[in-house]
């Protein structure tokens, strides 16, 4: 599958590749993908299946997710890239470095070096946006002539402006001048189990792997960080204070600090 993606920085710097969460794309990081290139960095943000401007496939799940990734670092020949994931993307992270190991013949070159999972755990998450789902369900692309109308739909199962402004972002006008979603929304809808399922093919990841959390989010809590330890016994977790599960962008500075300082070994 050829993802769709955007560079940001220096082609002759340090790769990061980062993957963004559920209903999100690549274009919810590129303002903070700025501030990382300015540290020295050539940054891919990539549109995962299903999402942004990447092909729809009825295939949903990590499994899937993590060879799509496999297929675009061997494609575009990345050495040891930074691999940075949030939330449903840190997910398809964990999968994949399980799934592709660090060895063999990828010793001679290697698919990533250190591993960056932003505000989820490797364990089960229960379903929890039906209510979202329903509510974009709910907007009739057929007859909608402004976002206004979409956002007061949404608003009766959203009830958060941020997160509907977030999850707007989807809407788009085609070259025939009607709204359509960039996510493919009867897919996601009806694989959202998948996307809170427990990792597959659960193996011990030693390279250094670092668990960024918001102190108000709740997605990784104290119990859930012996069964990461277990995983991942080279990683730490570093709590971000007053964020919520879009760290990146609720602490931006916070955030850029420490994956930076993680990267660089401080």
Do not use: C
Not at 124 to 148: C, K, M
Request: cysteine-free; glycine content about 8%.
């Amino acid at each position: 599958m050829k993802l769709f993606f955007r560079e940001v920085g220096d082609p002759a710097h340090p790769t990061i590749i980062i993957l963004h969460g559920l209903f999100g794309s690549s274009d919810n990081w590129l303002t903070i993908s700025k501030s990382i290139a300015a540290e020295g960095y050539h940054v891919y943000l990539i549109d995962q299946r299903n999402h942004g401007q990447s092909p729809r496939h009825e295939v949903f799940d990590y499994d899937s997710m993590a060879a799509d990734l496999h297929e675009f670092i061997r494609e575009h020949n990345l050495h040891k890239p930074v691999l940075v994931g949030h939330s449903m993307g840190g997910k398809t992270v964990m999968q994949y470095v399980m799934n592709y190991p660090n060895e063999g013949d990828a010793a001679a070159n290697p698919s990533y070096s250190k591993v960056v999972v932003v505000d989820i755990a490797p364990k089960f998450y229960p379903v929890h946006h039906g209510e979202i789902l329903r509510g974009l369900g709910a907007i009739n692309l057929a007859t909608l002539n402004n976002r206004n109308i979409a956002d007061e739909t949404l608003k009766n199962y959203e009830p958060s402006p941020t997160v509907r402004q977030f999850l707007l972002k989807n809407l788009y006008r085609t070259a025939e001048g009607r709204f359509d979603w960039r996510i493919n929304l009867p897919v996601i809808e009806r694989e959202i189990h998948s996307v809170g399922e427990e990792l597959n093919n659960p193996r011990i990841v030693t390279e250094p792997t670092l668990f960024i959390r918001g102190s108000e989010s709740g997605y990784i809590a104290d119990s859930d960080l012996p069964g990461i330890r277990k995983l991942f016994p080279n990683s730490r977790v570093e709590t971000i204070a007053d964020a919520g599960h879009w760290v990146q962008a609720e602490k931006p500075a916070e955030f850029v600090q420490a994956l930076i300082g993680f990267i660089k070994g401080q």
